[in-house]
């Protein structure tokens, strides 16, 4: 797909089919796959969860897991790679975890997108829908959540929500057949 976004941001609730939407865009690119996992196995739900979605990949896929560290995963993406990050909620939340400076984290990995030579598509949770949080740590959560999710969509090409598995252009236009 020549014509294929530079950057892509799918954003939608929890189990709203977000992640096979990105990974049917990504299929769809022509290019060679890589998928980038920030989840961390805590429990056995997640353990499930992980299970699952490596079981929906096929064989194609490159697979390369990183709960912190993305910079060097996405400086070293393959020229004719297209490279899909799956989740930043994760990958937030695992530095809120390791009480890292989430600020500062967020601008490196917004400094190596800028930067980077081969298409991006990045899996979001959207957190501000809800109620607002009864606790201190789950509000700020949210708050750099949301303030992830805009820098990157003011960057992307193309920014898709996800609702009960259906795809939603916010920026950009969805792919043909995709839609």
Not at 56 to 66: F, I, N, Q, Y
Not at 89 to 94: A, D
Not at 155 to 160: E, I, K, P, Q, T
């Amino acid at each position: 797909m020549a014509d294929f976004p530079k950057l892509t941001l799918v954003t939608g609730g929890a189990s709203s089919g977000k992640s096979r939407f990105a990974e049917m865009l990504v299929a769809r690119s022509g290019r060679k796959k890589l998928y980038v996992a920030t989840a961390q196995a805590f429990d056995v739900e997640m353990q499930s969860k992980i299970a699952r979605h490596r079981a929906d990949r096929d064989e194609l896929w490159r697979t390369v897991e990183a709960p912190l560290d993305l910079g060097p995963v996405l400086e070293a993406v393959w020229s004719d790679e297209v490279v899909l990050i799956d989740c930043m909620t994760m990958w937030l939340n695992n530095h809120m975890l390791a009480e890292h400076d989430v600020t500062e984290a967020s601008d490196a990995l917004v400094a190596v997108l800028d930067g980077l030579n081969s298409p991006a598509v990045l899996v979001t949770n959207e957190v501000g829908s809800g109620v607002v949080p009864a606790n201190e740590l789950a509000r700020r959560f949210a708050q750099e959540q949301g303030r992830l999710n805009q820098r990157i969509a003011r960057r992307a090409d193309l920014v898709v929500a996800v609702m009960s598995g259906l795809p939603l252009a916010l920026k950009g236009t969805i792919p043909e057949g995709l839609a």
